[in-house]
């Protein structure tokens, strides 16, 4: 019988290097958390609609990417390819936007998009995002970057640049749209990239090839003809920035692969991990509630990719989690010790420590084999002497070094040597 392998595209998060999967949702998720976002989880697929009108039909994504299928019920349905338009529809669904504002609101889980699967590039990737909605003040936006920023601070990276733009709003982007495109006409572009143009021609500015971008010297750039509450929103952002030692490159071509971005864009760029370069990213969409059915409401937020994340970790060469997966490994010797060893197990995950043991008739070669395997700092070997003496071994597995310690002791002393 032939077995089976994850779809094209996916992959599995497996131990030990789960672990460090972890303490990077972990340390991205809990700026986020100490700044008062509450957790909300939304379905993994959503009205196909949704996604057309709040993502936007000029995208590649919504166009070639999205996992769209038809259910018994013959409702169209999309695998969420981003969160943002499926939190704004439960904000709105529920009321939220009714309650104290601004709304925020932290996630992570998986988004689905059919792409050429590459290093850095995934069919199925995981975020951790956020939303804040129900306020235009700039001071939001730049609490939004600087979450972002401590995030990737807190794992020890170096390597990530901020790139950061305004893409102005509907007082001043048609006529910078018109200026665009009058230029954008007079290249030699292909079929495809004139229909860009007609629907949304700053996608061209993000259009990766370089016979593209060979000749958009002298494209008009939006920072250039923002009007003056766009600039002076921008300004107040990369001046609050500053303020908050966050430092970024001003990128006036940065156009996000998403229709709903208006003002405040940015994007953490990582120099190690070659052409899928982002890690993560965000702005303000300040039409996107109304147009997935809500008031006219103003929001800004981010998705941060963790396998990209960790990614530009592994190149780095950072450590952030303990590959072992407990800390402190039991090896009892005879069935006393192993009833015992149970209740000590019990003891010690109770206190908060990662605590396993061997299970099966291991003699104690093969149960100190288990023990090195396991990645534990400490073994705590229990004998039927030791039982009688009311006592354990403990045995530091790095340099070999072995104490008695008594049972009742046990607990509080491996508390203190593990903190």
């Known amino acids: 019988m032939s077995t089976f392998s994850a779809p094209k595209g996916t992959y599995d998060v497996l131990p030990p290097a789960s672990a460090a999967w972890l303490a990077v949702i972990d340390a991205l998720s809990a700026p986020p958390r100490r700044a008062g976002y509450g957790f909300v989880q939304t379905p993994l697929f959503e009205d196909t609609a949704l996604f057309v009108r709040g993502v936007g039909e000029s ?154 971008q060979a000749q958009l010297d002298g494209v008009p750039l939006i920072t250039d003809h923002l009007c003056p509450a766009c600039k002076e929103h921008h300004d107040t952002v990369r001046g609050l920035l500053r303020e908050l030692g966050v430092p970024f490159v001003d990128n006036p071509r940065l156009v996000r692969g998403l229709d709903y971005y208006t003002r405040t864009t940015f994007e953490f760029v990582h120099n190690g991990l070659g052409s899928q370069a ?56 005879g069935d006393a010790a192993k009833r015992r060893a149970v209740l000590l197990a019990a003891d010690l995950r109770t206190a908060g420590v990662r605590t396993d043991l061997v299970y099966g008739d291991r003699g104690l070669k093969g149960a100190m084999r288990a023990a090195d395997r396991s990645g534990a700092t400490y073994a705590v070997v229990v004998g039927e002497r030791d039982l009688e003496g009311g006592s354990a071994q403990l045995k530091d597995l790095a340099s070999g070094e072995q104490v008695t310690v008594p049972l009742a002791d046990l607990v509080p002393t491996l508390k203190e040597k593990l903190s």
Request: glycine share 12%; aromatic share 6%.
């Open 278 to 333: 982002s890690i993560g990213g965000g702005g303000r969409y300040d039409g996107l509630m109304e147009s997935v059915g809500g008031p006219a409401m103003s929001g800004i937020g981010f998705g941060l990719g963790v396998d990209r994340t960790m990614l530009a970790v592994t190149a780095e060469g950072l450590t952030i989690a303990h590959a072992g997966r407990c800390d402190v490994f039991i090896v009892p010797l």
């Open 59 to 212: 995208t590649d994504v919504v166009s070639k990417e999205m996992y769209t299928f038809t259910d018994k019920g013959g409702r169209s349905l999309t695998l969420r390819p981003e969160q943002t338009a499926g939190v704004m529809r439960a904000i709105v669904e529920h009321g939220l936007h009714r309650g104290q504002l601004p709304v925020k609101l932290w996630y992570t889980g998986p988004n689905f998009r059919y792409e050429q699967p590459q290093s850095g590039r995934y069919r199925q990737h995981v975020q951790v995002g956020i939303e804040a909605v129900g306020s235009d003040d700039p001071a939001l936006d730049a609490e939004v970057i600087w979450l972002a920023a401590q995030g990737y601070a807190a794992l020890g990276l170096a390597g990530a640049e901020l790139q950061l733009t305004s893409l102005g709003d509907q007082a001043c982007r048609p006529a910078y749209r018109d200026r665009l495109t009058e230029f954008l006409t007079g290249l030699d572009l292909d079929e495809d990239t004139r229909r860009r143009v007609e629907i949304n021609p700053l996608r061209v500015l993000d259009d990766k090839r370089p016979e593209v």
